[in-house]
């Protein structure tokens, strides 16, 4: 079923202020999407876009603030998507749940994942490369 949200409710977003909310302290691979991210929602919403560093606790004190916000899109988080991935992995309890406190909009990055061991046989980086990816290359 479709929701209906009226012409003009539609067309009021955003009737404030947004308030971008950073999960990482300045100056990290985050931090440098802020300023054009920032530039780029004011320009195209026409409002007035406000970035929060919240930084603490792997992102959790960023996605805590948000979560607990009023649900009416004006109030963003910026953090990276393994923090909302692995976070409930690592801790017992949370004063947030990130599957259903929180909703994804966009993506506006992605970045290399990679995957790292140690080399318990002695063959050195290339010998332990080569076997690592015969199984992906087929050899």
């Excluded at 009226?6 to 990290?28: C, D, E, N």
């Excluded at 985050?30 to 920032?38: I, N, Y």
């Excluded at 692995?86 to 995957?115: E, H």
Aim: net charge positive; hydrophobic share 45%; proline share 8%.
């Amino acid at each position: 079923m479709r929701s209906r949200v009226s012409a003009a409710a539609a067309q009021a977003y955003p009737a404030k202020t947004i308030h971008l909310v950073a999960g990482t302290a300045p100056g990290g691979i985050t931090g440098h999407a802020r300023a054009p991210l920032r530039e780029g929602l004011s320009s195209k919403l026409g409002c007035l876009v406000v970035v929060e560093n919240k930084a603490g606790a792997t992102g959790n004190l960023a996605i805590e603030h948000v979560a607990k916000s009023a649900p009416d899109g004006a109030t963003l988080l910026l953090v990276a998507g393994g923090n909302v991935v692995i976070t409930p992995f690592l801790y017992a309890s949370l004063p947030f749940d990130p599957l259903n406190d929180i909703v994804p909009v966009f993506n506006i990055a992605g970045a290399p994942q990679l995957l790292w061991c140690g080399d318990a046989a002695g063959e050195g980086p290339r010998g332990l490369q080569s076997r690592s990816l015969a199984p992906i290359r087929g050899s």
